[in-house]
């Protein structure tokens, strides 16, 4: 990974995490090893996945399709258990 993409990833991560802390308090979980707190972690990820995938649309003058987010999503989620299970 050149140092560029690694800056760039830095900073998401970085966002990611203050983002994760505003909705843990905001949900008002204090344990960050219960369920909740595992829900509320994938949906920040999930969020910042999909913010990603418009601006890079947007960048390339693509339309921002929800519905092939879901399925491009799906499919590399079945990707990646399979796998796993190899």
């Known amino acids: 990974?050149?140092?560029p993409h690694k800056r760039a990833m830095e900073a998401?991560?970085?966002a990611a995490d203050l983002d994760i802390k505003v909705a843990l308090e905001e949900r008002g979980i204090?344990?960050?090893h219960s369920e909740e707190a595992d829900?509320?972690?994938l949906d920040v990820a999930i969020?910042?996945?999909w913010r990603i995938f418009v601006r890079i649309n947007?960048?390339?003058g693509?339309?921002?399709d929800p519905g092939l987010f879901v399925d491009l999503a799906s499919e590399l989620a079945e990707d990646m258990a399979e796998d796993r299970e190899q």
């Open 39 to 41: 829900d509320t972690i």
């Open 62 to 64: 693509l339309t921002v």
């Open 30 to 32: 204090t344990d960050k």
């Open 1 to 3: 990974m050149s140092t």
């Open 47 to 49: 969020l910042h996945a």
């Open 12 to 14: 998401v991560l970085e």
């Open 58 to 60: 947007e960048a390339q």
